[in-house]
């Protein structure tokens, strides 16, 4: 599997469940809280940064230079360490800050490993209600406070738009009259249409709860990790274009494979 033996999985993915744990410990003592809130963005743009992202990412950062200093790594707030290494961790130590913010749980903690540039196995950690969804690179499972047990999560079956749930993060992301056009070209013609959620969104999908995801101008922190979890859930995520997601841009994922080649339709010029 892309230059790492099998055997080798078991402990990457017990090294990102540990990255998953050291973040939560960080970060939940500011949820909820009055925390200062900083805008990383120029002009009339607001992208938000806290202390809780910041904590995070270097509790990850920490971790890995400490257990695993080979290792390479691509933080949303810190940039990239070691960027010519084999095994690469792509980390966005809140996904949704902006819910953060306010106080919704529709956040999480995505832990992306990348193998000779391919995703191979990605966590999204929801300390705040206790739920955390990955993939180990075969398969997709998920916990939860009720269910300590890893339950595997598949996609649902939905070959056509006038049965599926359409969920983006938020319709002002696209940005020009292009991308406002090609998103209503399948919001006409879905069944549902639901606006916010980020990276529990894809988690929801590969569980068999949405059917069709459209976002643009995410990152490879946005994605890496999501990628393993909606395909091995039996799901498909690539690029409006069809090509792969790994680099972010313009983001399909749908839960049933038959109905992305209608969506990638849709989106064509």
Known sequence: MTGIHQTGL??????????????????????????????????????????????????????????????????????????????????????????????????????????????????????????????????????????????????????TLSAATLVTTHPDTFTTGDEQERFARVKSQARMTRYGGDCYGYCLLAAGFVDVIIETGLKPYDVVALIPIVETAGGRMTTWQGGSAANGGQIVATGDPKLHDVVLQLLAD
């Open 10 to 159: 078991p402990k990457l993915l017990a090294c990102a469940h540990a990255l998953a744990d050291t973040s939560a410990q960080a970060i939940l003592p500011y949820f909820r809280q009055q925390i200062a809130v900083d805008n990383k963005a120029s002009g009339q743009d607001f992208d938000p940064v806290t202390a809780a992202d910041q904590a995070a990412e270097r509790s990850i950062s920490d971790y890995l230079r400490k257990n695993h200093p080979a290792h390479g790594m691509v933080g949303e707030e810190f940039g990239t360490h070691q960027a010519d290494a084999h095994l690469k961790w792509v980390i966005d130590p809140i996904d949704g800050t902006r819910a953060f913010i306010m106080g919704s749980p529709l956040w999480g903690t995505l832990i992306g490993l990348l193998a000779a540039e391919k995703p191979v196995l990605g966590i999204m950690n929801q300390p705040f209600t206790g739920e955390r969804f990955w993939s180990d690179g075969a398969a997709s499972f998920m916990t939860t406070p009720h269910i300590s047990n890893a339950q595997r999560i598949i996609t649902r079956p939905c070959t």
